[in-house]
């Protein structure tokens, strides 16, 4: 992990974390090491039988979230601060992959689309967004 | 008796395309039918067909979802026998043992002709991969409402999420195995593995609904030697 990005900082701040649609589970495993209780929720039938990985679908299956959510890929689910309350990082890409039904170019649609009443932090690198707030 | 029904809106297929559907059907299903064609424009359609309103099944405004008008014939006027076929299919050869089978559950195409772990498998986190196809649709009265309320109570999450109904039934309902499908060998694509088993899809609508573009030429129905049936 670059632990210099802000990102990092919003994460380890926490001890516990739900994850969703993360692909990238180096950051997951790091952040075990660290302590935090990290769930992961990822709707990629690839990961069934996975014993680490929550197999379903965050937004239409039944799921409990735990501490703060951290949805890694808004770009391609409907925005998860309007099933959740509570604390959010959001990441998202302006990419447009085929998949992508959301692409994320700016943090205040993240903020508008997630029903953000509160933002703690954002910032933008490269293709990706980030928002560390509340819903 | 059993309800074949039929979307034909805009330009995309013209009535030759639902005139020929009907002659196939005469030809390759053995049992007492009715077409019923949802459209917007009957002009040139014949007179053995039921016309219905297209915009009968528009319940939501939205450019998303591509096809689900087709959910809206579930629950709607259905005989004990409902099925949903698309325009641009061919019926190589007699359909009455799908069509007069019970079917417990609606039941559609399974994407045989491509493989599952190349094409739906591996890019399926992307939320790219398909593996149903609703081109071929059947149930028995009753048997489908499930679907129809599942897609009226998510509406709101599935029009934000997917770009086309088959997309949306291969990521909800295939992933949590509320779906049934014909067995192998019954269909075809054209354009992938050619004209075989009792039916022949030709499947191109998904390139414009995801913006694919492709070197391989994907045939329209009637671009083929198909399209014409005396």
Known sequence: MNYTKPIYSWLSKYDELTFVACNDFDIIHQLEKMGIKVHNINYDIKYKSDPYVINKDAIFDDVEFHGCVVHWNCEKTYPIGRIFSGDLILRGDSQQHNGDCNPITSAGQLIHQNKLTEVYDQYQEGIHTYVHGRS | ?230
Not at chain 2, 128 to 157: M, P, Y
Not at chain 2, 160 to 170: G, I, P
Request: with cysteine; proline share 2%.
């Open chain 2, 1 to 230: 008796m059993v309800y074949l029904n039929t979307l034909k809106w805009g330009d995309k297929y013209d009535e030759k395309y639902v005139n020929r559907l009907y002659t196939l059907l005469c030809r390759h299903l053995h049992v007492p039918f009715k077409l019923r064609v949802w459209t917007d424009n009957a002009k040139g359609i014949t007179n053995e067909c039921e016309i219905r309103d297209y915009y009968e099944l528009e319940k939501y405004e939205t450019n998303r979802v591509f096809t689900y008008e087709k959910l809206m014939l579930i629950d709607n006027d259905e005989a004990d026998i409902n099925g949903w076929l698309d325009l641009d299919i061919h019926i190589n050869a007699d359909i009455t043992p799908l069509v007069d089978a019970p079917h417990p559950n609606i039941t559609f195409i399974w994407n045989f002709w491509n493989s599952f772990e190349q094409m739906s498998l591996r890019p399926y986190g992307k939320g790219s991969s398909c593996h149903v196809n609703s081109s071929f649709v059947f149930w028995d009265k009753g048997v489908a409402s499930w679907l129809r309320d599942f897609t009226i109570t998510w509406w709101e999450q599935i029009e934000w999420t997917y770009n086309s109904l088959d997309k949306y039934l291969f990521y909800q309902h295939a992933r949590n195995g509320r779906l049934s499908y014909w067995g192998e060998g019954l269909f075809s694509n054209y354009n992938v593995n050619g004209q075989k088993g009792l039916v022949t899809l030709f499947n191109t609508s998904h390139l414009y609904t995801n913006n694919i573009k492709t070197d391989k030429k994907h045939y329209e129905l009637h671009e083929t030697d198909l399209f014409v049936v005396e």
